[in-house]
Structures are given as C-alpha cells and as structure tokens.
T-cell receptor, first 113, second 114 residues
Framework: AQSVTQPDIHITVSEGASLELRCNYS??????LFWYVQSPGQGLQLLLK??????LVQGIKGFEAEFKRSQSSFNLRKPSVHWSDAAEYFC???????????FGKGTHLIIQP | DVKVTQSSRYLVKRTGEKVFLECVQD?????MFWYRQDPGLGLRLIYF???????EKGDIPEGYSVSREKKERFSLILESASTNQTSMYLC?????????????FGSGTRLTVV
C-alpha cells in the first residue's frame, strides 16, 4: 500500500531564513509526487509536481523540491521564507491510474518575525 | 484555468439527515474524487470516479455513497449523517492528458453535524 510520511507536524522558521520540509513516501511503482499548500479556510493549491526527468523541480512562489529515489524522499525547499508562506503543507503520492492521491498528514509552517 | 466548484462552503445538518455535497468541474476531466480532511489526519480518500456512472471506494467509504450521472458533476451522499462525519470535505478532479496531468481541488465544504 502506498503511504506518505511528513515527520514534522509543526515547523517554526524566522522570516528570511531558509526552509526545508521533509517528505518520505512508499509506492510500488514509479511515483507521481506533489506538494500542496493550504491557507486557513482555503482549498489546496499546487506548488509543484514531479513525474519524471530532472529530479530538481521548480514550483510557484519560489519553492523547489528534489526527488531522491534512493531515499524515497521528495523534500520541499525555499531559500528565504516570507510571512505569507505561513500555511499547512501537504506532500502527496500517486500513480497514473484512476485512483487518487495519498496524502501525508501535513506540516504546519509558522513564520516568526 | 480549471475550476472545481463545491456548492456550499459551510453546512450544518442534524444527526440522521441525508446530506448531499455537490461538486462540479468545468474542464471535461475524466476523474473526480472526494476527500475528507481532519486535523492531524491529513486528507483521506472517500470515493473516486473514473467515468460517468462508475465509482470506486477509497480508503474510508463507510457511511458514504456517491453519484456521477454526468461527467462534470460528482456528488457525495451521507445516507444518515452522524456527528463523526463533521469534517472538511474536498472535491478534486483530474485530467490524464500528458503534461497537463494533475489534480485541481475545490475550496471545500465544512460540514457540521449536530
């Protein structure tokens, strides 16, 4: 069965500092990997996705993620966070079939002034 | 841009009521999904559909059913609402077409069962 682990429930980062959110997955075939962001009371917004090719993926809002097959990881990074990045972040894995995504439990990002 | 519209942002229903949550997408996507989101549990898949009148159970289908009579509309039905179904419900649609492969989510319906 596929699964996603986001080991950090909460992360606090100072504004302007760098950020890395961790994601580990378990999937039996070639994974399709996603990062979503959710602001309070809102739906999910796609930050970036990986299907194949270059293992470093660029997304919106200055985010990037690196796929490491050997570590079954897809960590999200940003070189300098802004107060507006405070939100809930979800990593998800799926395949090309008809079934849906499996999500991690999310990481709540807090930005300190 | 693809738009996934959930008809209600907030709903309050009584225990035992039959509840319908509606979702409409406007880009001819083949697949549609219903998730529920609870704090500390992330998003869990309830049901999905890969074609009109087709449906498949997800990870937590108990207490729910779905209907997809038209390609653009996917309804989630709570046959007899219970307080443990108080949650945020998110609908999503997906295209399988090449580089545009991806999921689009609605804004969610926050359901409270009293």
């Amino acid at each position: 069965a596929q699964s996603v682990t986001q080991p950090d429930i909460h992360i606090t980062v100072s504004e302007g500092a760098s950020l890395e959110l961790r994601c580990n997955y378990s999937y039996g075939a070639t994974p399709y990997l996603f990062w979503y962001v959710q602001s309070p009371g809102q739906g999910l917004q796609l930050l970036l996705k990986y299907f194949s090719g270059d293992t470093l993926v660029q997304g919106i809002k200055g985010f990037e993620a690196e796929f490491k097959r050997s570590q079954s990881s897809f960590n999200l990074r940003k070189p300098s966070v802004h107060w507006s990045d405070a939100a809930e972040y979800f990593c998800a894995v799926g395949g090309g079939g008809a079934d849906g995504l499996t999500f991690g439990k999310g990481t709540h990002l807090i930005i300190q002034p | 841009d693809v738009k996934v519209t959930q008809s209600s942002r907030y709903l309050v229903k009584r225990t035992g009521e039959k509840v319908f949550l509606e979702c409409v997408q406007d880009m001819d996507h083949e697949n549609m999904f219903w998730y529920r989101q609870d704090p500390g549990l992330g998003l869990r898949l309830i049901y999905f559909s890969y074609d009109v009148k087709m449906k498949e159970k997800g990870d937590i289908p108990e207490g729910y059913s779905v209907s997809r009579e038209k390609k653009e509309r996917f309804s989630l039905i709570l046959e007899s609402a219970s307080t443990n179904q108080t949650s945020m419900y998110l609908c999503a649609s997906r295209t399988n077409r090449g580089v545009n492969y991806g999921y689009t989510f609605g804004s969610g319906t926050r359901l409270t069962v009293v």
